[in-house]
């Protein structure tokens, strides 16, 4: 008994840690849900929570590289035009660019993109030797992703997809959907960014649940929440929503 009124003070101290950190940044907006209510509901909705991909860490890292400001469709293509087009990611790192920017020209900003996947392989190199973030797995959280963030063009995101999908760590990704979603469930203010958004929301979800958070709010913005016309009256999470449509022209009077 003794452990587990242990554990309620534990948990009790945690989440006013989280409600602080939330108080802070959130501006005005108060959320309707919990996280852990959001997940309950949207979970029979969508399934069981998988991540989109079982890759080894350098291949998320540069498909993350190649999804940046195009479609999933056009990003695959060229990941596997890219990986066709080399023996190896060491060859990849001093070939010739021009050679990876015909190879990912499918995906979009191939100018920016190639050298960049080959500063990133380069940079790894350097730092460590052979072309393998397992050794990220065995690290803590924070410094796996100030690791990654040391590489060219890295941000919050892109280290987010190589720690929670390759390496099955509790990394908040945040996208466009998520983030669109999470504003408008008042987890985040509307004033937040989207890079600080990951880092907010990290410390309200509880580890366990990152993906089924990341995964379900995804679904979620693409299906229900859309940007221009959100489907307030089919949603299962309108009665809890701060930014619902049924309920703005009664807040106006």
Not at 26 to 46: A, C, D, H
Request: charged share 25%; with cysteine.
């Amino acid at each position: 008994m003794a452990k587990a009124k242990g554990l309620g003070e534990k948990t009790r101290k945690h989440r006013v840690k989280r409600d602080n950190r939330r108080s802070s940044t959130s501006e005005t907006m108060e959320p309707g849900l919990s996280v852990e209510e959001i997940i309950r509901r949207l979970e029979p909705l969508y399934g069981p929570a998988q991540g989109p991909r079982q890759w080894d860490p350098i291949s998320e890292l540069i498909f993350t590289i190649l999804s940046q400001n195009t479609s999933d469709y056009n990003s695959e293509r060229a990941c596997a035009n890219l990986m066709a087009a080399f023996d190896s990611w060491e060859e990849m790192a001093y070939g010739d660019v021009g050679k990876i920017a015909a190879a990912i020209q499918i995906g979009g900003l191939a100018k920016i993109k190639a050298p960049r996947i080959q500063a990133v392989l380069r940079t790894i190199i350097e730092k460590r030797g052979p072309l393998n973030l397992s050794f990220l797995a065995e690290m803590p959280l924070k410094e796996a992703k100030e690791w990654l963030r040391q590489l060219p063009g890295v941000g919050p995101k892109t280290a987010g997809c190589v720690l929670l999908f390759a390496l099955n760590k509790p990394a908040m990704v945040v996208d466009t959907h998520v983030y669109r979603v999470s504003k408008r469930l008042g987890l985040v203010g509307p004033k937040v960014s989207a890079d600080d958004s990951h880092e907010i929301l990290e410390e309200l979800v509880p580890p366990q649940d990152v993906l089924p958070f990341h995964v379900y709010l995804i679904t979620h913005g693409r299906r229900v929440c859309k940007a221009q016309r959100p489907l307030c009256p089919q949603c299962v999470l309108e009665d809890g929503c701060p930014s619902s449509l049924l309920r703005q022209p009664a807040q106006s009077h």
